[in-house]
């Protein structure tokens, strides 16, 4: 049996209000046990079990691992270029990925891979400790299929999106490619992956399209998701609370009707502050969601065009300075969240029975994610109850 105990935390971040104070569940001076890879014990550091392996916090802070809910890490290339003409004063719009398919269905797999693994490596380095991935940057059966294969090797959390946008060869021909994502597409995927998703926004699908992959997705066995609202918008929010979808994503404009049927749904609304940031876009208020009793996650939206960065902490830094979100809720949003919008129960949290998936901060206080943007402030992630 492998063992480790974490003691003298200053403060330690359950995410169970039934074990500690607040939403975060927060317990101060106290341990956490790991056996086997899940959490077996939670207490006063004082009243702690003995174990193999000891780990004194010095009385720093213990958070669960970020849930990074919404990621797009199967590509090749990068679009630099477009990032710095935005900068200089040009708008974004959604034909930019079309650049991204292009350098995608030239690259080889390991290419993939390697990139991919990569970026995997900048997440966890920086406190993720569970990501999900998309496809979307193939758009052909034989792309989407292999992206999704690589993905798999890398988290169970894998999204078909064939419906990230029409490709070129079906400029003219919208239908016929939905046609396409619903046949073909979709039972070659089907095997590697978890969720559909669509991207239901101008430029991209309408929202009778997205009805249209998601109902046959669902049909197939995979459960919803749906970009929704990030250019304009729209009536996607009714389509993914009709539809039962784990999220709605980006919600860079959402009125009080998708307010109300979000609340009334178990639909997560899953913000993506990268996604502003990186377009100059407006940013969402989030407290019109969190105070109509939304469960609301935030995610980094990691993609060559429009949000090239897997920093949760970056993230969190954003949504408080930018979205209005408190620095607790904000770390909620960003762990048991993005755990909701993944319809996960066993991380997330630090509860007996999770995932030992946690990050020892180098600070007293998981305030300073916010308070010290773009400072790394992880000292050592485990994943597994294993130190990475």
């Known amino acids: 049996m492998s063992q480790i105990l974490v003691k003298n935390i200053g403060l330690l971040v359950t995410n169970n209000p039934s074990l500690g104070s607040t939403q975060l569940g927060i317990l101060k001076n106290a341990a956490l046990l790991a056996e086997n890879g899940q959490i077996t014990w939670v207490g006063d550091s004082q009243s702690a079990p003995t174990a193999q392996n000891v780990i004194d916090a010095d009385g720093k802070c213990v958070i669960p691992g970020f849930v990074d809910s919404h990621t797009h890490l199967i590509f090749a290339g990068d679009r630099s270029n477009e990032f ?3 900068m200089a004063g040009q708008s974004y719009a959604a034909g930019g990925i079309a650049d991204t398919v292009t ?14 693994n990569r970026l995997i490596h900048e997440s966890l380095h920086s ?6 991935i998309k496809s979307g940057y193939g758009l052909t059966v034989i792309d989407e299929e292999r992206s999704l294969k690589i993905a798999k090797q890398l988290t169970p959390e894998t999204t078909f999106l064939g419906a990230h946008v029409v490709p070129s060869e079906f400029k003219a021909k919208s239908n016929d490619y939905v046609d396409l994502v619903c046949g073909q597409m979709l039972n070659q995927a089907k095997p590697y992956a978890k969720w559909i998703d669509v991207f239901c926004d101008r430029g991209a699908f309408t929202p ?12 197939a066995g995979l459960k919803p998701r749906i970009h929704a609202n990030q250019l304009e918008q729209g009536d996607a929010v009714a389509l993914a609370v009709e539809l039962g979808c784990a999220s709605v994503d980006h919600l860079t404009y959402f009125n009080q009707s998708d307010i109300e049927k979000l609340a009334n749904s178990k639909t997560v609304a899953t913000l993506l502050p990268g996604a502003e940031f990186s377009t100059r876009s407006k940013y969402p208020d989030a407290r019109k969601l969190i105070d109509a009793g939304i469960t609301v996650a935030i995610a980094s939206d990691c993609n060559p065009g429009s949000s090239y960065t897997t920093s ?3 993230m969190i830094a954003l949504a408080v300075r930018e979205m209005f979100f408190t620095p607790e809720q904000a770390l909620w949003s960003a762990t048991k969240g993005g755990a909701l919008a993944l319809q996960r129960e066993d ?16 600070e007293s206080s998981y305030i300073h994610l916010a308070y010290r943007p773009g400072v790394n402030l992880v000292e050592q992630v485990f994943l597994h109850g294993k130190s990475i």
């Open 127 to 132: 406190g993720t400790t569970t990501i999900e």
């Open 312 to 314: 949760m902490p970056l």
């Open 347 to 362: 991380v997330g949290h630090l509860s007996i029975g999770a995932k030992a998936d946690f990050v020892i901060l180098r």
């Open 103 to 116: 350098k995608t269905r030239a690259a080889t797999d390991d290419d993939l891979l390697a990139n991919a």
């Open 84 to 86: 710095s003409a935005r």
């Open 208 to 219: 009778e399209q997205g009805r249209k992959i998601l109902t046959a997705g669902i049909a």
